[in-house]
DNA sequence: AATGAATGAGCTTTCATTCAT
DNA sequence: AATGAATGAAAGCTCATTCAT
């Protein structure tokens, strides 16, 4: 039995959502609410900064679930490419959810927010954890420059993803790992 | 001697550098008109669909600018090693033109455009045309499988510009021949 | 040993003050509230009618105020004269408690309000009793047509607050006296 | 035959008038624009900072129209007692003019506008100017002391306004000149 | 009595585009 | 071809108020 999720949990998914398809400057808060089912006034009682405030949200959450594939990738490899080559599936398969626009999460998360405000330096600390995350598993595996291992990953995945979505073809991300080998 | 840029130059150049820095909807076309210096009325006369075609032009302009780029870095190389690394290098300097904001040129014309029109596919097909460019030059420098080279090469060039942008350092670019070693 | 101020006594002079410094209609409930230190479901119980409520408390408050310095400056006065410039200088140290922005007490209280409801005829039969508040003690002094003297006082108190509010300086209040002579 | 007033006219007068009966704040840019009979989106063309240069335009105008009652009433004036009672009962007929809610215009362009920019000061000008001018006319018409000689004017005119709005009634202006001798 | 979430009408402003000259 | 005024839909946001606990 799943809890009915709160109102700022109906916002921030319904913004980390469209962001990603469409982009944060090309998403109105009129859709976001429209998606969250939460009338107009709602948005400002739970994110005072209204539009910025939702983009941190979704940035937030959007780390999180990337972590989250990270560990499941990499918690139960014997070694770092195994763990690799799950995540990439893993992530193929997050790019064929969204059937249009498969943004990459991390960059849309990263690169398309509020101009003012600190976002940009909260994005980048929180792409500095994922890559601390990737790192530690590798050093965990005992994969040799751990830190460079993760950094690398996110470089091939970031390229990957991108020229998924030009082709609209998951087996971009499926096929990455036999190119890194 | 170099001409005058015309009206129509202006306009294409002030929207390919504001669509990179931030983006087709982050970006008004009253701010491309004050970068281009050119008066409000003139922009319909040179591109009837305004900012959809301004768009199309820079995403043409943008294309042309990386083929360049692709041809001076591997038209005097011996392999398709050394031409990488100069390519590389070449983009690490383009990177640091734009002190801030530095949006991959490639990602910014292919994924952020107007959603209506035949934006998307009009960028799939310059991004195809710059993967044959890449392949091609692959192939004549005896490469193996010429065309996954260039492909390999784009993902590259996207992740690192990716993490480079996070990272304000466009050393990430330098230091990928190495990476890819 | 003073009373801690009931929730209705602090919203009633937190709203006086803004309202006189900032107007009614440039002040937020949300503002009074904060300012009141009583949080946002408070209000209506203690207002019914919300903001109106609160303009006509603010102004009751605000006319009670003048009256009691009216009384003290003109209870202890030997003759009308030297009650008015008494009375000119507590206005000007009351002038001088809100550095910025001195609306006048009186003029902020009568005329900007709701514009529905009993609003303003509220506000005149304030203003027509501290006009016969001061009238009282003119007669009571002796002076000759007291009700005139009262009026002819308010008038110059009223526009000798706006000069100095425009010049940011106590001293029109206190030279207003010399000034009446 | 009056020329047809422009558009930037139409909306100054519209603008002076509301903000004048209403207030700044209490005014809606949409009541403006109706009653200048322009269309929203022409505004944002010609007052680029909106409502608060609106406002600017609007004390403007109405500094203005104070100046040029002042000169009808004391440039034929044989002395300064006779200038000052024409101008009373100008402004009398002033006052009858807006049947409703008679804001004097002097105080609502000096005390109701946008908190933030420079306006405080700018409206701290323009009564300085009119300062400036009535003191001129008291100087030429051999007045002792003009330039207290035109504060004292505007302090009795303010005041008396205020008086003449709560009572209203018109003939507080116009028994103004007999309370002053 | 007290509280914080909810509510939607209305706010000012920005936008890409069209028009008249 | 060039220009600046005009246009209204839509943007993000604030508001006073009401509701459920």
Redo the contacts with the bound molecule.
């Keep these: 039995m799943t809890a009915e999720p709160?109102?700022?949990e109906k916002l921030t998914l319904a913004a980390a959502e469209l962001f990603r398809r469409q982009g944060y400057?090309a998403?109105?808060?009129?859709?976001?609410l429209a998606l969250a089912g939460?009338?107009?006034?709602?948005?400002?009682?739970?994110?005072?900064?209204?539009?910025?405030?939702?983009a941190r949200a979704a940035a937030d959450w959007t780390a999180d679930l990337i972590a989250r594939i990270l560990d499941d990738a990499f918690a139960p490899a014997p070694d770092w490419p195994q763990g690799v080559a799950t995540f990439c599936h893993k992530l193929a398969r997050l790019f064929e959810l969204a059937a249009e626009a498969n943004a990459c999460p991390i960059s849309a998360l990263l690169f398309d927010g509020?101009q003012e405000g600190g976002f940009r330096d909260h994005a980048a600390a929180l792409l500095d954890r994922l890559l601390a995350h990737a790192g530690a598993h590798a050093a965990r595996l005992g994969a040799p420059d751990p830190q460079e291992k993760g950094e690398t990953l996110l470089i091939a995945v970031e390229g990957a993803w991108t020229l998924a979505r030009a082709r609209r073809d998951s087996d971009v991300l499926r096929r990455l790992p036999g190119r890194l080998a």
């Design positions: 709160t109102t700022r400057h998403t109105g808060v009129a859709e976001v939460v009338p107009k006034g709602s948005l400002y009682h739970h994110f005072p900064d209204g539009k910025a405030d939702l509020p």
